[in-house]
């Protein structure tokens, strides 16, 4: 069975522009959640879908954003980035107990 | 607030010897949740402990759980370098259905020859 894929893997961008990330669970996966990974503030939960909606949400400012789909693909989206965007997010999908994490995406914002 | 304390975070061991880490939290949760990372890569799940009392074994790698003192140890057997990483705990602050984890700041873990 194939893992959770994330696209794009590495992305560059400058402050004030915006960036979609995308995650495609595991198949047969309902629930997908994102994190974030910076050295500083360590693994944060930015938020969860489930069937099309979002269940929960971290604190993160209202930049941050999300969608799933009809097939459980999700994306999040930042706009205007700043430079304290920059760092691997990842992306999990669960369907009881575990949640499996993809192989994230680094966004470096200059 | 739900927190979640690793110690130590950083841990340098020699090969061949044993030693436990401790993930502490500070509310009520039932599920804890070990990984790994590697240096630049994702997070590999380990062990997944879901209930008091719960003993997982893999390799040379043990995880128990104790809800009551809301203590996970991770004990570490024999040490080789292939267990170099971050290990990271994790607590699922669930909120009705919701899946939501707590991360510690995870414990680098260097075992050398």
């Known amino acids: 069975k194939a893992g959770v894929t994330q696209t794009p893997r590495y992305l560059i961008k400058t402050r004030g522009q915006q960036v979609t990330l995308s995650c495609s669970p595991i198949s047969g996966h309902r629930s997908v959640s994102w994190y974030q ?7 944060q939960f930015l938020f969860e879908y489930f069937s099309e909606t979002q269940r929960n949400k971290g604190n993160f400012p209202g930049r941050f954003s999300g969608r799933q789909f009809s097939n459980s693909r999700s994306e999040m989206n930042v706009s205007t980035l700043e430079l304290g965007d920059s760092a691997l997010y990842l992306c999990a999908s669960s369907l009881y107990e575990t949640q499996y994490f993809g192989p994230g995406t680094r966004l470096l914002v200059l | 607030e739900l927190k979640v304390e690793q110690n130590p ?22 599920r804890l949740y070990w990984y790994r990372q590697d240096p630049g890569k994702s997070l590999e799940s380990l062990f ?3 209930s008091n009392g719960a003993v997982k074994q893999e390799g040379r790698l043990m995880a128990s759980l104790d809800t009551k003192a809301r203590l ?4 570490i057997t024999a040490a080789v370098h292939d267990l170099s990483a971050t290990y990271f705990c994790a607590v ?10 707590v991360f510690g700041k995870g414990m680098k873990l260097t075992v050398n020859p």
Do not use: W
């Open chain 2, 48 to 50: 997944v402990l879901l």
């Open chain 2, 72 to 75: 996970s140890t991770l004990h």
């Open chain 2, 92 to 101: 699922d602050a669930r909120q009705g259905g919701s899946e939501k984890l």
């Open chain 1, 37 to 43: 990974q910076t050295p500083g503030q360590g693994l």
């Open chain 2, 9 to 30: 975070l950083f841990l340098s061991m020699q090969e061949g010897k044993n030693y436990t880490i401790y993930c502490n939290y500070s509310t009520t949760s039932d």
